[in-house]
C-alpha cells in the first residue's frame, strides 16, 4: 500500500507543471487532511508492533514526498522566471516618460539673481523678521509718529501698544537696524525678503518683495552710491548701459535722499529698458541719516553710508517682460511654467563684473 503510494505521488509530482499545482499537491498529500497525514494518523489505532515498522515506513515515505516536492519546486521556480525573462522585455528605445517638472518662481529667481551680483560687489546677506515691531520698522529708522507711514493705510498693525506693537514689515528697511545693533561697523549687505502693505489694485499687492542695501564705512559718499547701483543695474539687466537717474526725494532714513529711476521707452504695451525718453522708478536711496546711526550705537562723526531700497517685483516685471504684477500671486501654475525658471538654470548675467 505505502509502495503504490509512494510511486503515484513521485508520479504527480514529476508531472506537475506549476508551482501553484505543485502546492495543491503537497496539501494533497501533507497538509491536515492529505493522504499522508491520514495514513500516519491511523497509526493510533494499530499494535505496538505494527506502530513500530508501519511508522517507519509511513516516515520514510514522508520523507521522500518532501524532498520530491523541494526538488520539484526549485526547478518550478526556476523555469517560471526563465519564462517570465523571456517574455518581459524592456524596449529602450521608446520614449521616456516626461517627468512633471517644477519651476523657480521669478520672485526667487531674481532676488538670486541680485544677491549672486551684490556678492561680486562684496555684499553679504542678511534676514529679519516679516512680523516686526513698531520700533524697529520706524523709530528707530527715524520715522516720526505724525509720517503718512504710520498711518492705518498703509500699515498691517498686529497688536501690543507702543513700541510694542507689531506690524507685518512695511518695508525690508528694519533689516538695516537690526543687523547694525547686531555688529559693529564698516558693514556691507543686502537683504531680500517679503514687505507688507494694506493696498491693493493694479500695480499694488497686499505682498510684495523688496531688496535693502547698507553699507557703513569710513569716508563713503554718495558717489559710491550711484556707482555701486548702476553696476548693479548693468549687469542684472545685461545691458552695457543703462540710463540711470537719481531724483532727489524724501526720506526719513536717509540725507540726502533720491529716487532711483531707469531710462527706457514705453509704447501701449511694451516697455524696453535703456532707450527712449521715458524714466521708471525702481527704488529709493540715500546716506543714511545720522539720526538711524545713533539709534544703532554708532558714532556719524566716525561713520557714514548709503542705503538703498529696491522692488523685486518692478524689476523680474522689466527684466523678463512680465506685464501684470497680480499674476505673481495667482498660483496659476501656467502662468509659472511660462514665466519659470528651470531649477537648473543658472543665470547668465553677460555683462558680468
Ligand atoms: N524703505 C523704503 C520704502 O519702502 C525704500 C528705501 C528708500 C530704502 C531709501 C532705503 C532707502 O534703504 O535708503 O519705500
Same mark, same amino acid.
Given at each position: 500500500? @505505502?509502495? +503504490?503510494?509512494?510511486?503515484?505521488?513521485?508520479?504527480?509530482?514529476?508531472?506537475?507543471?506549476?508551482?501553484?499545482?505543485?502546492?495543491?499537491?503537497?496539501?494533497?498529500?501533507?497538509?491536515?487532511?492529505?493522504?499522508?497525514?491520514?495514513?500516519?494518523?491511523?497509526?493510533?489505532?494499530?499494535?505496538?508492533?505494527?506502530? $513500530?515498522? %508501519?511508522?517507519?515506513?509511513?516516515?520514510?515515505?514522508?520523507? +521522500?514526498?518532501?524532498?520530491?516536492?523541494?526538488? $520539484?519546486?526549485?526547478?518550478?521556480?526556476?523555469?517560471?522566471?526563465?519564462?517570465?525573462?523571456?517574455?518581459?522585455?524592456?524596449?529602450?528605445? %521608446?520614449?521616456?516618460?516626461?517627468?512633471?517638472?517644477?519651476?523657480?518662481?521669478?520672485?526667487?529667481?531674481?532676488?538670486?539673481?541680485?544677491?549672486?551680483?551684490?556678492?561680486?560687489?562684496?555684499?553679504?546677506?542678511?534676514?529679519?523678521?516679516?512680523?516686526?515691531?513698531?520700533?524697529?520698522?520706524?523709530?528707530?529708522?527715524?520715522?516720526?509718529?505724525?509720517?503718512?507711514?504710520?498711518?492705518?493705510?498703509?500699515?498691517?498693525?498686529?497688536?501690543?501698544?507702543?513700541?510694542?506693537?507689531?506690524?507685518?514689515?512695511?518695508?525690508?528697511?528694519?533689516?538695516?537696524?537690526?543687523?547694525?545693533?547686531?555688529? $559693529?561697523?564698516?558693514?556691507?549687505?543686502?537683504?531680500?525678503?517679503?514687505?507688507?502693505?494694506?493696498? @491693493?489694485?493694479?500695480?499694488?499687492?497686499?505682498?510684495?518683495?523688496?531688496?535693502?542695501?547698507?553699507?557703513?564705512?569710513?569716508?563713503?559718499?554718495?558717489?559710491?552710491?550711484?556707482?555701486?547701483?548702476?553696476?548693479?543695474?548693468?549687469?542684472?539687466?545685461?545691458?552695457?548701459?543703462?540710463?540711470?537717474?537719481?531724483?532727489?526725494?524724501? #526720506?526719513?532714513?536717509?540725507?540726502?535722499?533720491?529716487?532711483?529711476?531707469?531710462?527706457?521707452?514705453?509704447?501701449?504695451?511694451?516697455?524696453?529698458?535703456?532707450?527712449?525718453?521715458?524714466?521708471?522708478?525702481?527704488?529709493?536711496?540715500?546716506?543714511?541719516?545720522?539720526?538711524?546711526? $545713533?539709534?544703532?550705537?554708532?558714532?556719524?562723526?566716525?561713520?557714514?553710508?548709503?542705503? #538703498?531700497?529696491?522692488?523685486?517685483?518692478?524689476?523680474?516685471?522689466?527684466?523678463?517682460?512680465?506685464?501684470? %504684477?497680480?499674476? #505673481?500671486?495667482?498660483?496659476?501654475?501656467?502662468?509659472?511654467?511660462?514665466?519659470?525658471?528651470?531649477?537648473?538654470?543658472?543665470?547668465? %548675467?553677460?555683462?558680468?563684473?
Amino acid at each position: 500500500m @505505502s509502495q +503504490e503510494l509512494l510511486l503515484e505521488s513521485l508520479a504527480t509530482i514529476s508531472a506537475c507543471k506549476t508551482s501553484q499545482s505543485l502546492e495543491d499537491i503537497r496539501v494533497a498529500l501533507l497538509g491536515k487532511k492529505g493522504k499522508i497525514t491520514e495514513e500516519l494518523k491511523k497509526l493510533g489505532g494499530a499494535s505496538p508492533e505494527e506502530r $513500530k515498522t %508501519l511508522g517507519a515506513t509511513l516516515n520514510q515515505l514522508k520523507q +521522500e514526498i518532501t524532498d520530491a516536492l523541494e526538488v $520539484k519546486k526549485i526547478a518550478l521556480t526556476d523555469s517560471e522566471l526563465n519564462a517570465r525573462l523571456a517574455t518581459e522585455k524592456l524596449d529602450v528605445t %521608446l520614449p521616456a516618460h516626461v517627468e512633471q517638472q517644477g519651476k523657480i518662481h521669478p520672485i526667487t529667481q531674481v532676488a538670486e539673481e541680485i544677491t549672486a551680483i551684490f556678492a561680486d560687489l562684496g555684499f553679504s546677506t542678511e534676514v529679519g523678521p516679516d512680523i516686526e515691531d513698531d520700533e524697529h520698522n520706524f523709530t528707530a529708522l527715524n520715522i516720526p509718529e505724525s509720517h503718512p507711514a504710520r498711518q492705518m493705510h498703509d500699515t498691517f498693525y498686529l497688536h501690543g501698544k507702543g513700541d510694542n506693537k507689531t506690524v507685518l514689515r512695511t518695508h525690508t528697511s528694519p533689516v538695516q537696524i537690526r543687523t547694525m545693533r547686531a555688529g $559693529k561697523p564698516p558693514f556691507r549687505f543686502i537683504a531680500a525678503g517679503s514687505t507688507y502693505r494694506c493696498d @491693493s489694485d493694479l500695480t499694488h499687492t497686499p505682498m510684495f518683495h523688496q531688496v535693502e542695501g547698507l553699507a557703513i564705512d569710513k569716508n563713503i559718499n554718495m558717489g559710491h552710491l550711484r556707482g555701486c547701483i548702476s553696476e548693479f543695474l548693468r549687469v542684472f539687466f545685461e545691458l552695457d548701459n543703462v540710463p540711470v537717474r537719481f531724483r532727489p526725494s524724501f #526720506f526719513p532714513f536717509t540725507e540726502p535722499s533720491a529716487e532711483i529711476d531707469i531710462g527706457c521707452a514705453r509704447s501701449k504695451d511694451s516697455l524696453k529698458i535703456g532707450a527712449g525718453n521715458d524714466w521708471l522708478e525702481i527704488g529709493g536711496c540715500g546716506m543714511v541719516h545720522p539720526n538711524v546711526l $545713533k539709534n544703532c550705537g554708532i558714532n556719524p562723526d566716525e561713520w557714514q553710508g548709503f542705503a #538703498f531700497g529696491m522692488g523685486i517685483e518692478r524689476l523680474a516685471m522689466l527684466k523678463y517682460g512680465i506685464p501684470d %504684477l497680480r499674476t #505673481f500671486f495667482e498660483s496659476d501654475v501656467r502662468w509659472l511654467s511660462h514665466y519659470g525658471f528651470d531649477p537648473l538654470h543658472i543665470p547668465s %548675467l553677460v555683462g558680468g563684473l
